[in-house]
């Protein structure tokens, strides 16, 4: 399986970006996925999932009402839309499979290289 992340880049604050991330190697439909991201020196942070088929959705307070997580089967891919955009938001961005078809587990079997998101002030 591979997932790779696109979209990262220089915004300003306030601004709006969409991150891709495209999988392949099983059925992306049968999985739940998610997007996390990491500042420098702080941990890994789960922004933002759903299970497979849509049934449930997840998101961090942090990003509630800004970021918005969706998927497209047919083209095996996972979005991030990100509006509103905050400096406090600048982190390296991650796009992860979960084990099973449901994030409830916190399972990830696959990560993406990951996507730098610098906003400005």
């Known amino acids: 399986v591979q997932l790779q992340a696109s979209g990262g880049g220089l915004v300003q604050a306030g601004g709006s970006l969409r991150l891709s991330c495209a999988a392949s190697?099983?059925?992306?439909?049968?999985?739940?996925m998610g997007w996390f991201r990491q500042a420098p020196g702080k941990e890994r942070d789960m922004l933002a999932a759903?299970?497979?088929?849509?049934?449930?959705?997840y998101y961090a307070d942090s990003v509630k009402g800004r970021f918005t997580i969706s998927g497209d089967d047919a083209k095996n891919t996972v979005y991030l839309q990100m509006n509103s955009l905050k400096p406090e938001d600048t982190a390296v961005y991650y796009c992860?499979?979960?084990?099973?078809?449901?994030?409830?587990?916190?399972?990830?079997?696959?990560w993406g290289q990951g996507t730098q998101v610098t906003v400005s002030s």
């Open positions: 759903f299970s497979a088929y849509g049934t449930s959705t």
């Open positions: 190697g099983r059925t992306f439909s049968s999985y739940a």
């Open positions: 992860a499979q979960y084990s099973s078809g449901t994030y409830y587990s916190k399972q990830i079997d696959y």
